[in-house]
């Protein structure tokens, strides 16, 4: 359940008093806020521990209640929220729709829906006007790009998909004298192998790696609490297991930071080789690098190799897995088995085609006249 919603009212509202926060009166936004809460809660991707998108929904409409204050939900105020967002916020159009609209339209939908019975015949005018007003701000239309194109959305310029000889150039360009770079090394390994989530990797464990015939799968809880196994090669679980080998070398057989059994594989290092201790910038040998440390890592490590146009950003290892095997001749069923997609047009994204409109025409295949 959410915490407690807490909405700027302050005093009592009169009966008679219709200023913009009287509708308050016969509306429950704190029901309203619950019932967004118990919806998202039902949905698989808030099965995970994280719970990633009920924490988006509360952000996003709290963001809302807090902008609107006591004012009446209405198609001008939305379309002022909107344009607050867009202008004021800088925000992209696709973060308004997804991250605030969404959930503000959710909640727009349970506050017009609710029963109300605490008025008099000479209030149902006035509750009916409020909620078609609710009703027509639920219906104002997402604000589109600023930009249109008739480019298919395979291909997006910001996305980066590194070459084979770029991964090469970057792995080679790791020092592997050390522990940090040993880890990074292995990392990077493993993140272009396979193309797990940022938070996938951090979940990896030994007890998650077994062997399976010529290769080792990893199984590791994903998106939406999905365990499928994902294979990785002999030589990458050997950079694993060196990183291992190195980190647990200087610490004695009972210290708790030691990588063993359910312990994620990927521990930070303070300072060069010295390893961190318990408590530092919250630092526990059970959670190990957070997906943002492990993002930090594939960001600077790329830049570091292959200039700041080509630092990668999260999922920008899984797009360039994907391309890679497409370019290798793997097939898309197979890329989208390894991925985990449901729908393999998500995998073609991932893989990324740019049209080529110079050699692409009707023409190639028809001849008319």
């Given at each position: 359940?959410p915490s407690e919603?807490?909405l700027?009212i302050?005093g009592?509202i009169?009966?008679?008093?219709?200023t913009?926060?009287?509708?308050?009166r016969y509306?429950?936004?704190?029901?309203?806020?619950a019932?967004?809460?118990?919806?998202?809660?039902?949905?698989?991707?808030?099965r995970?521990?994280?719970?990633?998108t009920w924490?988006?929904?509360?952000?996003?409409?709290?963001y809302?209640?807090?902008?609107?204050?006591?004012?009446?939900?209405?198609?001008?105020?939305?379309?002022?929220?909107?344009?607050?967002?867009?202008?004021?916020?800088?925000?992209?159009?696709?973060?308004?729709?997804?991250?605030?609209?969404?959930?503000?339209?959710?909640?727009?939908?349970?506050l017009?829906g609710?029963r109300?019975t605490?008025?008099?015949?000479s209030?149902?005018?006035?509750?009916?006007?409020?909620r078609?007003h609710?009703?027509?701000?639920?219906?104002?239309?997402s604000?589109?790009?600023?930009?249109?194109?008739?480019?298919?959305?395979?291909?997006?310029?910001?996305?980066?998909?590194?070459?084979?000889?770029?991964?090469?150039a970057?792995?080679?360009?790791?020092?592997?004298?050390h522990?940090p770079?040993?880890?990074?090394?292995?990392?990077?390994?493993?993140?272009?192998?396979?193309?797990?989530?940022?938070?996938?990797?951090?979940?990896?464990?030994?007890?998650?790696?077994?062997?399976?015939?010529?290769?080792?799968?990893?199984?590791?809880?994903?998106?939406?609490?999905?365990v499928?196994?994902?294979?990785?090669?002999?030589r990458?679980?050997a950079?694993?297991?060196?990183w291992?080998?190195?980190?647990?070398?200087?610490?004695p057989?009972d210290?708790?930071?030691?990588?063993?059994?359910?312990?994620?594989?990927?521990?930070?290092?303070?300072?060069?080789d010295?390893?961190?201790?318990?408590?530092?910038?919250?630092?526990?040998p059970?959670?190990?690098?957070?997906?943002?440390?492990?993002r930090d890592?594939?960001?600077?490590t790329?830049?570091?190799?292959?200039?700041?146009?080509?630092?990668?950003?999260?999922?920008?290892?899984?797009r360039?897995?994907?391309?890679?095997?497409?370019?290798?001749?793997?097939?898309?069923?197979?890329?989208?088995?390894?991925?985990?997609?449901?729908?393999?047009?998500?995998?073609?994204?991932?893989?990324?085609?740019?049209?080529?409109?110079?050699?692409?025409?009707?023409a190639?295949?028809?001849?008319?006249?």
């Amino acid at each position: 359940m959410p915490s407690e919603l807490a909405l700027p009212i302050s005093g009592s509202i009169s009966q008679d008093s219709f200023t913009d926060s009287a509708w308050l009166r016969y509306f429950d936004p704190r029901a309203a806020f619950a019932a967004v809460a118990a919806h998202v809660a039902t949905l698989p991707s808030s099965r995970t521990a994280e719970k990633h998108t009920w924490r988006a929904y509360e952000d996003g409409l709290r963001y809302f209640l807090d902008w609107a204050n006591v004012a009446l939900p209405t198609e001008d105020l939305l379309s002022g929220f909107i344009a607050h967002l867009l202008t004021t916020r800088n925000l992209k159009p696709t973060t308004v729709s997804s991250k605030y609209l969404a959930p503000v339209r959710l909640f727009l939908t349970k506050l017009a829906g609710q029963r109300i019975t605490n008025f008099t015949g000479s209030e149902r005018d006035y509750i009916a006007e409020c909620r078609d007003h609710i009703r027509a701000a639920g219906a104002v239309k997402s604000p589109r790009p600023d930009t249109t194109t008739n480019i298919a959305p395979l291909w997006s310029p910001q996305f980066i998909r590194l070459s084979m000889q770029q991964v090469n150039a970057t792995l080679r360009a790791i020092n592997r004298l050390h522990r940090p770079g040993l880890r990074d090394y292995a990392l990077l390994h493993v993140a272009f192998s396979t193309g797990l989530r940022l938070a996938e990797l951090q979940r990896i464990t030994l007890n998650s790696i077994t062997p399976s015939g010529t290769v080792y799968l990893i199984t590791v809880r994903g998106k939406r609490s999905n365990v499928d196994p994902v294979p990785i090669s002999a030589r990458a679980y050997a950079d694993i297991m060196a990183w291992v080998e190195m980190y647990n070398a200087d610490l004695p057989d009972d210290d708790p930071r030691r990588i063993v059994g359910d312990i994620p594989i990927w521990q930070p290092m303070l300072h060069g080789d010295n390893y961190a201790h318990n408590g530092v910038n919250g630092f526990t040998p059970l959670r190990g690098l957070s997906p943002q440390g492990i993002r930090d890592i594939i960001e600077r490590t790329t830049r570091a190799a292959l200039g700041d146009s080509l630092a990668l950003a999260a999922h920008d290892t899984r797009r360039t897995a994907a391309a890679i095997a497409h370019d290798a001749g793997m097939s898309i069923p197979d890329i989208q088995k390894l991925l985990r997609h449901k729908d393999a047009a998500v995998t073609l994204r991932y893989i990324g085609t740019k049209p080529d409109y110079d050699t692409s025409t009707l023409a190639n295949y028809v001849q008319f006249g």
